[in-house]
């Protein structure tokens, strides 16, 4: 079995799949709730709503989200004598980073999913909104799932090398919160940060925080290019750590 078929299936009873369902379905309805206890309708339809699930969920419950992922999948080789039976194994360093990774970055990529499925349902059923979600959404939503791969990547990394479950989720709150202040103060010079990185794909095109409202080749562009040099230079760089030192905090 190798090292991602094995971690696959650690998922099936994992603790990450009430996150994976409950933290983007909460924060959609949170988003709604003061229109619904009105009984208003969104001022622009469709883009009120999005905006008001995403907006929020961007600037720290999705990093947070992740972290959760990351101390998750790697808890398991923290106990006993786990990390040494794992080190010592067959598999080689690169691919338990990059299978660990891959698989946070797939429980990121449901999250989305759900969270895309749930403003859809809420526009639909709760404001009774003609027509269906503008397709600009459906793509800032698959360019989103890009865009977190390289904070699945720095998360996965943080839980390996530190035992604390909730350190990794420390960090991820604090490093979102610097690195969305970086991109309101210089804008795209700060998707040198993974979670700056997150914060600017999944705020695209809301015309809030970071963003003026429209989407543009040249600002995809430089997500798309931003999370795929972070991604393998963060696998790249774990594994060389993961080779030389071998060890925990």
Partial sequence: MNALSAELVKLKRSLAWPIVLLLPIVLVLAGAATQLADGRQPENGWDTVWLQSVGFYGLFPLAIGIAIFGSLVWRVEHRGSNWNALMSGPTSS?????????VVAGLTAIMQVVLLAAVIVIGKVAFGLPG???????????LLILATIPVAAVQSALSMFLRSFAAPVAIALVASGVSTAALMAVGDAALISPYGVATRAALLGTGSFVDDGTVTGRAVAAIFTAAGVLTIALIVLTTRVLDRHDTRI
């Fill in 94 to 102: 690169l691919h338990i980073v990059t299978a660990k990774a891959a």
């Fill in 132 to 142: 269906m979600l503008p397709g600009q959404h459906f793509a800032v939503t698959g």
